[in-house]
């Protein structure tokens, strides 16, 4: 799929050789691909004999809770100072699925203090400068896909067991919406072929991870749609803002919104979405499009965000309607990107 740099490769691999004691962490409001990208590492790696400890800066969505390892994962904002600990005796950490210190909230300070060793991989934009080795490769769709390709690579596949190939697939499927976009790469099912062969059950998979609705989940995404969901014809766009107290009234769980960005993309005529959630102190915003419109420059420009063409993020501080208001007025300098109509 990717030209991996020779060099980071051997040094990871003379890395792994000489270390018991590693720590794997992604980002904050982990996703399938990040939980699944290091749950799937976590097992490759103790499979290899190696002390592992899987920290996350907040509680991972409960719809991932079925995969291996799940219920072992430190979530630092619930253990902080048995989380510190382990990552200032660790050798050596893992940063997945993110490419920024920023995005591991308040795991950051005690990530960069660490003397250990830090070794990014992932797929994600303008990687920063502070681990030790980066494979950092945004052309593949998934950081789980780019897991199984590096562990391959160093001639660690053979301790990529079931359980591990149902993390790297769950984080691969998630990622590409059931593999409907970023996913036109013949090598993506290359490697779900031989994750079958590892003996998953791709479809108890899917339905694991899609058909595990609460009503309270089903009630707030149709009252998000039905209420909260405005139109712009003339851009070919679409918001969806939810407050906390619309959140609260539903009784909302993290990942109850997981999807709900992408639903206006079933239109024809709406080439892009925002969803803006109302957090404790800041607008979570999260974005996706169609074809070439870059929302991860949108997310850039707007929130100090970024992401994929097709994929991205950021926060705003400040009001949800200070948010909307941003976005609205920026609207006509994206026109451009959109893509002609036929006459």
Do not use: W
């Amino acid at each position: 799929m990717t030209p991996f740099d020779k060099n980071s490769l051997d040094a990871l691999h003379t890395l792994l050789n000489r270390t018991r004691r590693c720590v794997i962490t992604c980002h904050i409001s982990p996703d399938g691909d990040a939980i699944g990208s290091s749950l799937a590492l976590c097992r490759v790696l103790r499979n290899a004999g190696k002390e592992v400890k899987v920290i996350t800066p907040d509680t991972p969505p409960k719809s991932l809770s079925f995969l291996p390892g799940a219920d072992d994962i430190v979530v630092f904002s619930r253990f902080e100072a048995f989380a510190k600990k382990i990552i200032t005796d660790t050798e050596l950490i893992f940063c997945l699925d993110y490419n920024d210190p920023k995005r591991v909230d308040l795991v950051a300070p005690a990530l960069l203090a660490s003397k250990a060793k830090k070794v990014m991989i992932d797929h994600h934009l303008y990687p920063d400068s502070f681990p030790d080795i980066t494979l950092s490769h945004p052309e593949v769709s998934s950081t789980s896909a780019l897991i199984y390709l590096v562990l391959t690579s160093i001639s660690m596949g053979r301790f990529i067991d079931r359980e591990a190939a149902e993390c790297i697939y769950t984080g691969m499927m998630t990622d590409t919406g059931n593999f409907s976009y970023s996913s036109n790469d013949p090598e993506l099912y290359r490697i779900v072929a031989r994750l079958l062969e590892k003996g998953i059950d791709k479809d108890a998979i899917y339905k694991k991870v899609y058909f595990n609705n609460s009503i309270n989940r089903l009630r707030l995404n149709g009252f998000a749609l039905a209420e909260r969901l405005a139109d712009y014809p003339e851009h070919r766009a679409s918001i969806i803002t939810l407050t906390r107290d619309e959140l609260n009234s539903y009784h909302y769980q993290k990942g109850d919104t997981e999807d709900l960005v992408n639903r206006p993309l079933t239109c024809p005529d709406i080439v892009y979405s925002l969803f803006l959630r109302e957090e404790a102190d800041y607008i979570k915003i999260s974005a996706r499009s169609k074809g070439d419109f870059p929302v991860n420059k949108l997310c850039t420009d707007l929130f100090n965000g970024g992401g994929h063409l097709n994929a991205a993020g950021g926060e705003f501080h400040g009001t949800l309607t200070e948010a909307v208001a941003r976005v609205e007025e920026a609207m006509p300098l994206y026109d451009r990107y959109l893509p002609q109509q036929p006459n």
